[in-house]
């Protein structure tokens, strides 16, 4: 039997299915959508195939997945309507594992049949999101979710912005109806904060009102589990598992970097124990390096206001557009600036994934350790004269 490549979270899956498909009263929040955001390569995607996806359909739940970044030539909203039509197809036609999970539905050898032509959704004059989804759900008598992974890909074009509307214009249609066989749940996975976060509470986003939350990343269980799947190895190099814990948490939690990292460790003459710490501080710098020569490149005033953010609250740093602090860009750049151009140059920082909005006027730096990486740098830099 080959050994499973995948660390899995049933536990946070089934935690998730469980809030989704079978809310309490407190959190029937989620019919409305729910956005979970964090930062780039900590194990998102792997968790929503490996993991998520899994433990919907154990609930007798049909499930629709789109990569929003797996073909960036085709818009977000023909990613979507070709992932709908291939989940139709394949429930019209006979023989297909999706049509067996139904069988207990009375449907014919032939798989069900719709009272729309499948090939014309998406297209002029076809089934609109808000039919497909409705005849959908009664046909299948159980929730339906659509997944959209990377959604803010669906932002900030006309054909994106449509495609969202249309998909609350689809929620509400089938899950405002009394006695609905099921609901229509989105849920929306980002690696930019500020835009995730935005989808889900700013009153001119279709999904104003939904649920948003930050992706859980991965902890030591999962060094532990890679930790007792490499030693069985001869001749390989490792460090303690509490270094190997420490070392994950130094390079972000990104299982990709540990794998870099225990590469790196194979080649070098130290003690495990003692290389592997300087090696996951080499990757981590490194990594932050790239977010930090992009805040630079922006000028001065950027490099003013992401230090401000960098050396305030971790949870959040708020007076941002204060007078003191529009007084104190000023002084460190040397020309003086109004709340204007503070304004243009977050949002510009924003739209970069550089600084997030954690709340009405509370800002924070998007990815934890490039705050840590640029106080470090700081500190180091003598003070001018």
């Known amino acids: 039997?080959?050994?499973?490549?995948?660390?899995?979270?049933?536990?946070?899956?089934?935690?998730?299915?469980?809030?989704?498909?079978?809310?309490?009263?407190?959190?029937?929040?989620?019919?409305?959508?729910?956005?979970?955001?964090?930062?780039?390569?900590?194990?998102?995607?792997?968790?929503?195939?490996?993991?998520?996806?899994?433990?919907?359909?154990?609930?007798?739940?049909?499930?629709?997945?789109?990569?929003?970044?797996?073909?960036?030539?085709?818009?977000?909203?023909?990613?979507?309507?070709?992932?709908?039509?291939?989940?139709?197809?394949?429930?019209?036609s006979p023989g297909t594992k999706l049509l067996a999970r139904f069988k207990g539905l009375n449907v014919g050898a032939a798989g069900f049949s719709f009272g729309f032509q499948v090939d014309s959704v998406g297209k002029p004059g076809g089934a609109t999101l808000s039919e497909v989804f409705t005849e959908l759900v009664d046909k299948v008598s159980t929730n339906v979710v659509l997944i959209l992974d990377e959604v803010q890909q669906a932002l900030g074009t006309e054909d994106g912005n449509n495609l969202l509307f249309a998909l609350k214009a689809a929620r509400d249609a089938v899950n405002t109806r009394p006695g609905t066989p099921g609901y229509l749940l989105f849920l929306g996975m980002g690696s930019h904060k500020s835009l995730v976060a935005d989808m889900a509470t700013r009153r001119s986003q279709p999904f104003a009102g939904a649920v948003a939350t930050e992706y859980e990343p991965l902890g030591a269980a999962f060094v532990r589990w890679k930790h007792e799947q490499l030693q069985p190895l001869k001749g390989i190099k490792l460090p303690s598992q509490e270094v190997m814990d420490q070392g994950f948490l130094a390079i972000g939690q990104r299982p990709e970097e540990l794998q870099n990292a225990l590469v790196l460790l194979q080649s070098r003459p130290e003690d495990p124990d003692m290389a592997f710490p300087i090696i996951c501080t080499t990757l981590a710098?490194?990594?932050?390096?790239?977010?930090?020569?992009?805040?630079?490149?922006?000028?001065?005033?950027?490099?003013?206001?992401?230090?401000?953010?960098?050396?305030?609250?971790?949870s959040g740093e708020s007076g941002l557009f204060s007078a003191d602090a529009i007084q104190q860009y000023g002084a460190l750049i040397g020309i003086s600036v109004d709340t204007t151009q503070v304004q243009n140059m977050m949002d510009r920082m924003m739209t970069a994934n550089l600084i997030h909005r954690r709340s009405h006027g509370v800002y924070a730096i998007a990815d934890p350790f490039v705050r840590q990486a640029w106080q470090q740098r700081k500190a180091m830099q003598l003070p001018s004269r």
């Open 1 to 92: 039997m080959t050994e499973d490549p995948f660390f899995h979270r049933p536990q946070y899956a089934n935690d998730l299915a469980q809030q989704l498909l079978k809310p309490t009263a407190l959190q029937l929040q989620v019919r409305s959508g729910v956005f979970l955001s964090g930062i780039r390569r900590i194990g998102k995607t792997s968790f929503l195939r490996q993991d998520l996806i899994p433990a919907l359909e154990s609930m007798q739940t049909l499930v629709i997945y789109v990569d929003l970044w797996a073909d960036r030539s085709k818009s977000p909203a023909l990613l979507v309507h070709e992932a709908v039509k291939s989940t139709l197809s394949e429930l019209v």
């Open 285 to 314: 710098a490194s990594a932050a390096e790239v977010e930090i020569a992009t805040v630079e490149s922006m000028g001065a005033l950027a490099s003013a206001i992401f230090d401000r953010v960098a050396h305030g609250n971790e």
